[in-house]
C-alpha cells in the first residue's frame, strides 16, 4: 500500500472531467479517483503522516482547471490552473515542511499543480473546450492507494479541513 496526500473535486466536478476526458482515450481517471496529489509518500507507515498533517493550516480556496496539457515523455493527459493558486502554494509549501520534521523523503522536482485524467492516450490534435468546474478546496486528505489487477483503490485515510 501506498500514501499520497490530496485535495479531491466534488462529484459533479469529478464527473464533468471524467466525461471530458472519456472522448480522447487512454487509460481515463474514473470520476472517484480524480484528485490533485500534494504530496506522494509511497510504502510508508501513515502514523507520522497523520500528525504532520494535523500541523497543517491552510486557507480555503478554489482550484481553477483552466488549461489542458498532453506530456509526450509519458504520455499523460492532464488539466489544472493556468498557475498554482497562492493558497495552494502555500498549503503545499506547508505540508512538505512537516512531513521533511517527520522525516519522511519527498521528490525534489518542483510542485506541478495538474490533475491527471488519462494515460497512454494519443495525443490529441487540439484539446475540446474544458467543462466549467467549481473545485473548492475545503480540505486536503491523506489517501491509503492498493494496487489490484483491476487497477489501483483510493481509500481516504484522513481528512484534513482547512480554515
Known sequence: MRFF??????????SALEGWARPLGGRV????KIHLTLAFLGVVA????????RRVHGEPHRLPIEKAHYWKHNRVLWVG??????????????LQFELYR????LERRPFAAHVTLARAPQAPPAFPPL??????????????????????????VERFPLH
Open 5 to 14: 496526500f490530496a485535495v479531491r473535486p466534488p462529484p459533479q466536478a469529478a
Open 29 to 32: 481517471t474514473a470520476a472517484h
Open 46 to 53: 501513515p502514523e507520522k503522516a497523520i500528525v504532520a498533517g
Open 81 to 94: 490552473p493556468d498557475a498554482t493558486p497562492g493558497a495552494l502554494k502555500a498549503l503545499v509549501d506547508r
Open 102 to 105: 517527520a522525516e519522511y523523503v
Open 131 to 156: 467543462p466549467q468546474v467549481d473545485w473548492p478546496v475545503r480540505e486536503f486528505t491523506l489517501v491509503r492507494s492498493s494496487l489490484a489487477a483491476k487497477g489501483s483503490t483510493y481509500e481516504i
